[in-house]
Structures are given as C-alpha cells and as structure tokens.
C-alpha cells in the first residue's frame, strides 16, 4: 500500500529503506535523506511487517517525497530492497538501511559521479562510523576507491556497508531474473546476510558495469551491536553460501581467490568480534585467517598485525585498560584519516560531520 502522492517534481534518483525493527532509529535516518541538499528524490519506505512502532514513526513524515509500501508478511532485507527497487522511478538508486544516516550532499555527490562516468554501474562513498547512540566517531572506513576488480571486491568489498551505493537503475535491470514468486528479484531473496556483496560480485563478474568509490565520507554507519552484523556465526555462514553461489557464475576466480578471500573474511569477523568486545571470540577468528592463507600478514601487513594486536590486547587486558588503549589508538587513527581525506581533495564542507538532522 503506498500512502503519499508520487512528488510532481522529476525523481532522479529513488532511495529505497527497508523498515524493520528499527524505532530507536528510523526518524534519524528519514531525517537525514529529506535534508539531501539535492532534492529530485523519491523515499521508498518498505515496511517488512515490522512489529514495533516503526511504521507509526514513517507515517509521521508530511512530505510528498515519501512513499510507504507496505510488506504482507515478512519478507527479509533482500526482498524489501526488492520491492523497493521494483517501484523505483529514478534512473539511480540508492539504499539507506534505516539505522544510518547521510551527509546533506550525499546525493548531489554521487548523481554528479555517476552523470560523469558512464562506465560506472555502482558508486559508493566512505563512511564514517557512529556509536549506538548516533554520536560520531573519529574514524572511517578507508578502502581502495578506483581501479576494482573482481578478486578485490570478492577480498575486501570496498562498498564496505549498505548504505554506501548508488546503483545505475540500468545496472541492477541487467542482473534481474525472476524469483520463486514470479516477481522480478536483483538480491537474492534466500540470503538473510551477505545479500549486498553477492549482489555487488554477480555485477561485477557478469556484467560491463564497473564500480568507483568517491573519497567524501558521506555515508554515517551505525554500530549496531543489536544488527544483524552482531551475529558473527551467521554472518560468516552467509558468506560462505555466497561463495557457494558464486562458484556458479564465476568459477575461475574461485578457483584462483577463494581461499584468500576466506581469509580476510575471517579477518574481518575477527575485527566485528573486537568491536563487540569478544576478545575470545577474536583470537579463534584471526587465527582461522592465518591459518587459511598466511600470505595475508603479507597481502596487508598493517591491518592484519594491528588487528591480531588488537584481539590479543582485548582476549588478555583489563577490559577498562584495552578500553583506554582503544580509545587512544582510535585518536591517533583518525588523525591519520581525516589527513588522508583532505589530502585526496575533500572539501572541508564535506568533511564536516553533519547530516542536518
């Protein structure tokens, strides 16, 4: 059921918010898209059967951008996007999951991205990471923005979170196939987790489509221990049913990457284990990546002994003095961040953490 009348303005671009559980949070990052300093945008709210007062919280908005389409039954993550994506008006599409939030010139960055790289598919930013509680914190996430392939997305996903892309409405038309419904699926519905990067490594390895990242940090990613990221089991079940998958469209860089891939998969549990302060937890994951492919203390030796530094530090430490340590580290990080964002042209407007909400 949509509520609100299609915006008698051009859409551009339709940002999609799948809505489920997320009344702690969900006005923020409504907020934050209706303050976009680019206005030709329609909001998708998908509301997925969520059983809390989220949907009251949407239907709070008085704008004609908003459109709220409601879910049957539950569904998942992928199939709200889904339905999302279905009713896009926009030539670009963008996902907000709804416990994030945007810088105000998110959009107007990434249209003008994308209007001036044709060869472009997906365009994603970095991010700069939240507490809980939406406060900002001093560090971001770094990754390589040009020159991406496959075996670097299937290692690292750069994207990095779903918040970050803006997709060509044209792109995700040319992975669409027919689910066991009959509707047209771009993510694959039967994936609870790791949805984003099948969905990113299915374009990359099957289509012309190529994909960029721009530097501004404009995308605000939430560390929700209460997320579905929390559960590091599951999460990591699900990449491995994405590799699983994967062996089927693209079975020579499987062949070629698989095993150092599972290794920083393994890499990156063991820094999502660090951040829930499970410093058990931690230790077992990083010594599962050394032991799947050493080579990666070669591959990316900064990260990978900062991160054993960091799981060793918190599985034997006080947690008050790891907490201390941390804190300290994270400073001088995000120091060196910030300088290296300056330094590759960010504008100091863009640097600022403000999403106008």
């Given amino acids: 059921m949509i509520n609100y009348q299609r915006p008698n303005q051009p859409v551009t671009v339709s940002v999609v918010m799948p809505i489920y559980n997320v009344e702690a949070f969900v006005s923020q990052a409504i907020a934050s898209v209706l303050a976009q300093s680019f206005t030709h945008f329609e909001l998708l709210l998908v509301n997925d059967c969520s059983p809390d007062n989220s949907l009251a919280l949407c239907q709070q908005f008085d704008d004609p951008r908003i459109q709220i389409i409601n879910h049957a039954q539950n569904q998942g993550l992928s199939a709200a996007r889904n339905t999302g994506i279905r009713h896009a008006k926009g030539r670009y599409v963008a996902f907000i999951d709804s416990d994030d939030m945007w810088h105000a010139e998110k959009l107007q960055q990434h249209v003008a991205h994308l209007d001036g790289a044709p060869e472009v598919g997906i365009s994603f930013s970095r991010s700069l990471f939240m507490d809980y509680n939406g406060d900002k914190t001093q560090f971001y996430q770094m990754p390589q923005l040009n020159s991406i392939d496959?075996?670097?997305?299937?290692?690292?996903?750069?994207?990095?979170?779903?918040?970050?892309?803006?997709?060509?409405?044209?792109?995700?038309s040319d992975i669409q196939y027919r689910g066991a419904t009959g509707h047209l699926c771009y993510f694959d519905e039967t994936f609870r987790q790791s949805e984003d990067i099948e969905c990113w490594l299915r374009i990359i390895t099957t289509t012309h489509w190529q994909i960029e990242g721009i530097p501004a940090p404009l995308t605000f990613y939430r560390l929700n221990e209460q997320g579905l990221s929390a559960d590091l089991v599951k999460q990591y079940q699900s990449w491995e049913k994405m590799i699983d998958k994967a062996r089927g469209y693209a079975p020579r860089l499987l062949e070629q990457y698989e095993k150092k891939a599972r290794a920083f998969q393994l890499r990156?549990?063991?820094?999502?284990?660090?951040?829930?302060?499970?410093?058990?937890?931690?230790?077992?994951?990083?010594?599962?990546?050394?032991?799947?492919?050493?080579?990666?203390?070669?591959?990316?030796?900064?990260?990978t002994l900062a991160t054993m530094a960091a799981a060793y530090s918190l599985r034997l430490l006080p947690l008050s003095i790891y907490n201390q340590i941390e804190s300290a580290a994270q400073s001088v990080l995000g120091r060196i961040q910030s300088a290296r964002i300056s330094k590759d042209g960010v504008s100091e407007n863009l640097l600022k953490h403000n999403s106008n909400v």
């Fill in 268 to 303: 990156y549990i063991a820094r999502q284990a660090i951040r829930n302060k499970n410093g058990q937890q931690a230790v077992k994951h990083f010594h599962q990546a050394l032991k799947t492919c050493p080579s990666i203390l070669q591959a990316e030796t900064g990260r």
């Fill in 150 to 172: 496959a075996k670097h997305l299937l290692c690292r996903n750069p994207v990095g979170n779903g918040s970050a892309p803006i997709l060509r409405k044209e792109t995700l």
